[in-house]
């Protein structure tokens, strides 16, 4: 869970706030900039993924592939293979629904991580305040790393990878490592913005006798 709603923090190129200018080193500034009249033209997306969990207790990664739509206000994953699961994040709750199982997981969405949730296609100054962002290697393409800057996002996070789309102001590669040397890298593919998606084409779609839990609240 955690990872998911992380990833919904920087699932688009964003634009540079004035006061965190001057912690950038220009060559990056300079791209960045450029890609921010891209991304701010994004209302909506969708694109597939697929997702490898690195574990050393696993000798091969975990795979599972899917899809995934947003707007400025809504995200939906929907995972394919292995399991099929849909999971769809507002500013309220993040809804996860084993399909086959027809259970449906409600977690709250609350604190920063929930303000920052709320949006999909963040700005990079939200980012920033939460986040050091540095160029990874020459900045012939373009490469973030993100390192937490508060020590409560630290426990969870270590740091993230991003390779970003500079032509559409998209994420292509995402990688996060956290603490314990776990990794979990997303590659995206067959991106669609502006497409006009919908409020039903974001719908969870439970069927009408799921059984609703709410873990955080039995784990109180």
Known sequence: MRTAAFILLILSACALA?????TIEPALLEKLNALD???????????????????????????????????????LWTTDAPTATRMRVDDKALQLL??????????????????????PLPRLSTLMEQFEVTGVGDVSGLVLRLTPRDAKL????????VELDQERGVVKRFELTDPDGERTIIRFEDYKLNVGLTAEDLSIRAPAD?????PLERSQ
């Open 154 to 161: 630290g426990e969870h996070v270590d740091h993230v990878i």
């Open 18 to 22: 004035q006061t965190t200018r001057a």
């Open 210 to 214: 799921a059984r609703v839990v709410h």
């Open 98 to 119: 084993y399909v086959e199982q027809k259970v449906l997981e409600v977690y709250p969405v609350q604190g920063k991580l929930g303000s920052l949730a709320a949006n």
């Open 37 to 75: 009249t891209k991304a701010a033209a994004i209302k909506d997306l969708s694109a597939k993924f697929e997702q490898q969990k690195i574990t050393p207790l696993l000798k091969k990664p975990l795979t599972s592939r899917g899809s995934v739509s947003a707007t400025r206000d809504v995200m």
